[in-house]
């Protein structure tokens, strides 16, 4: 990543290559961590290309969550704690034309922030500025929110995905019934609507991304690998390290809710209530698992 003749567009696999290392040998690779850091650092006050950019933030996001304290203290020694953390909070807070977000736009990206900045709570106070701490929390709710938000959507999105191919795929018995139909009368307008609406939606997404003129056309939307923290769940580990928080340290806990505004009061409220349903939603899904591997064996 460090060689200047290489494309950002090229480089791309690199960082996909150290979040692999990262969450797969969590405790076992401390030594790489700094060097890692360094290409990343390196390329990131280069790099022009928005995707890129997200890619090797999140190689950052990947060393705090392996080892928040390892990582920090890499970062301060390497004098550049300050220049990331600025960086990567604007990055969270730059939108597109459209209106959206313009970085960190997959789930999956979203996710290693959220595990990322949510490990760097569970420092202990004199490692992070009471300031820095407030920054850090309420950039976590915002994420764990708009990661709530994208996952109703594409779920939602299946669904509809779904419906449609349901829907094309009775188009040819329904070409079949046709000539019947038109010879006893039957009017097939209704079903020319139908399509029409398909199409008409089709366009509108179209035109939607050609009006984000800003948009990276490098950006590709790999959620189908798998990753070791594909069974960890953003709301349920936010939850769990704030409870430690409560314990372990119950006035810097006081001093970091109770600073929040109204809005990101009632955000952190929904929060804890959605991580609540995740743990049983998530207990639920084990118990049937495991009652399924038991019949599985009769």
């Given at each position: 990543?460090?060689?200047k ?24 690779v ?10 990343t650092i ?12 997200d ?8 060393a ?24 990567w ?5 730059e ?8 970085n960190?736009?997959?789930e ?9 900045l ?16 407030r920054?850090?929390?309420r ?51 209704d ?52 409870k430690?928080?409560s314990?372990?340290?119950?006035r810097?806990?006081?001093?970091l ?42």
């Amino acid at each position: 990543m460090t060689d200047k003749n290489i494309e950002d567009h090229d480089i791309e696999p690199a960082p996909k290559l150290i979040e692999a290392v990262l969450q797969n040998c969590k405790g076992r690779v401390d030594q790489w961590v700094e060097p890692y850091l360094r290409i990343t650092i390196d390329r990131l006050r280069r790099t022009e290309k928005k995707y890129l950019k997200d890619l090797l933030i999140e190689v950052i996001a990947n060393a705090l969550y392996y080892n928040p304290h390892l990582t920090l203290n890499i970062l301060q020694k390497l004098a550049v704690a300050t220049e990331v953390f600025n960086l990567w909070f604007h990055m969270l807070q730059e939108v597109k034309k459209s209106g959206q977000k313009a970085n960190f736009r997959r789930e999956h990206d979203k996710k290693v922030c959220i595990l990322g900045l949510t490990s760097l709570l569970s420092l202990p106070s004199e490692l992070l500025p009471e300031e820095s701490l407030r920054q850090i929390f309420r950039a976590v709710l915002d994420l764990l929110v708009a990661y709530k938000e994208q996952v109703a959507e594409t779920a939602k999105n299946n669904e509809d995905e779904d419906d449609d191919m349901d829907a094309w795929k009775t188009d040819d018995d329904e070409e079949e019934e046709d000539d019947s139909d038109k010879e006893m009368g039957v009017d097939t307008e209704d079903g020319d609507e139908v399509d029409s609406q398909r199409l008409h939606k089709l366009a509108t997404q179209v035109h939607a991304g050609d009006e984000d003129d800003d948009s990276d056309d490098d950006f590709s939307d790999d959620e189908e690998f798998q990753s070791p923290i594909d069974n960890v769940d953003p709301f349920v580990f936010f939850s769990e390290i704030m409870k430690v928080m409560s314990v372990s340290d119950l006035r810097r806990f006081q001093i970091l809710t109770q600073s929040l505004d109204f809005h990101y009061q009632a955000v952190a409220n929904a929060v804890a209530h959605h991580a609540e349903e995740r743990r049983v939603e998530i207990e639920k899904e084990k118990a049937e698992k495991a009652a399924s591997g038991v019949v599985g064996k009769q």
